[in-house]
């Protein structure tokens, strides 16, 4: 089993950028397609977006596109989600997850998770 820990959340201005990190333990964190989801106070757990094994294929929820980037790094286990533009509407605790699969979106479809970091974005 794979673990994960988030980092690099915090408080930020509108407009501004955060740099979330993911580090897994283990050596297989290649295997993994790694995802991005949100979860703010009294909503479902929402996708933000997924990156493919080799990081080759990425995909974002249309509420992100175009502000959010993922990336990944095998040889330190770690991926990385780059938000840039950053809205009111973006606070929420933010979680990193694995799945065998590419393509999820969907929370339930994702194996292991780690414990979220909280981001929040002042108006």
């Known amino acids: 089993q794979v673990q994960l820990v988030e980092s690099g959340g915090g408080l930020v201005q509108a407009g501004g950028s955060l740099r979330l990190s993911c580090a897994a333990s283990?050596?297989?964190?290649?295997?993994?397609?790694m995802g991005w989801f949100r979860q703010a106070p009294g909503k479902e757990r929402e996708f933000v977006g997924g990156?493919?094994?080799?990081?080759?294929?990425?995909y974002y929820a249309d509420s992100v596109l175009g502000r959010f980037t993922i990336s990944r790094d095998n040889a330190k286990s770690t991926a990385y989600l780059q938000m840039n533009g950053l809205k009111p509407e973006d606070t929420a605790v933010y979680y990193c997850?694995?799945?065998?699969?590419?393509?999820?979106?969907?929370?339930?479809?994702?194996?292991?998770w780690g414990q979220g970091t909280q981001v929040t974005v002042s108006s």
């Open positions: 990156i493919s094994w080799s990081g080759a294929r990425t």
């Open positions: 283990g050596r297989t964190f290649s295997s993994y397609v």
């Open positions: 997850a694995g799945d065998l699969k590419y393509g999820s979106r969907d929370y339930y479809e994702y194996d292991f």
